[in-house]
């Protein structure tokens, strides 16, 4: 089977202190972050000829980097529909105020959902899944979210293009 992974790292900036700390990056911390979001395969090595550090230098800067909460995570990202997850479906699931955590984290259990995020405005939460057609995506409405104890109202959408999709700040 041909499947394409497309890897990139993913890099959280939260924010408070954690924000200022990324506008203070230096340039050589600026970038081995350019380098990793490009590839984060590429080799401390690598980086290390570009940056004019030793690679135990990278390393460090690196381990510091994921230290201060700059760099989140190492990630691959799997192509839904090469593995025949043909269908990308967004949820606004309206949720009763007091069983908000447990349907957020009856949610997030689920293989298929890629996204929980707790959204602004009424207690809500917005949840993206890769589904395979629109049979599952019905069985999975009426089987995992309706079910669901609190859960008041959900709207779904499909999406239709994808122009871009980067969940980090470049």
Sequence with gaps: MNIYIEIKLLICIRTGDHLKMFEQLDS????????LLEDCRVSN??????????RVA?????????????IDEFT???RGNSLGYNVNAFFEIEVKPDKLEQVAQKLAELDVVTVVYHMSGPTSLHVH???KDTNHLANFMHENIYSIPGVLKVSSQL????????????
Excluded at 45 to 54: G, Y
Excluded at 58 to 70: A, F
């Design 159 to 170: 999406l239709l293009k994808r122009y871009k999709s980067f969940l980090s700040i470049r």
């Design 76 to 78: 691959i990202i799997l």
């Design 45 to 54: 090595a690598e980086i290390s000829r570009h940056v004019h550090l030793s």
């Design 58 to 70: 990278v390393k460090d800067r690196i381990r510091r980097l994921m230290q201060r909460g700059i």
């Design 28 to 35: 050589i911390d600026q970038k081995i972050i350019e380098m």
């Design 129 to 131: 899944a890769f589904l």
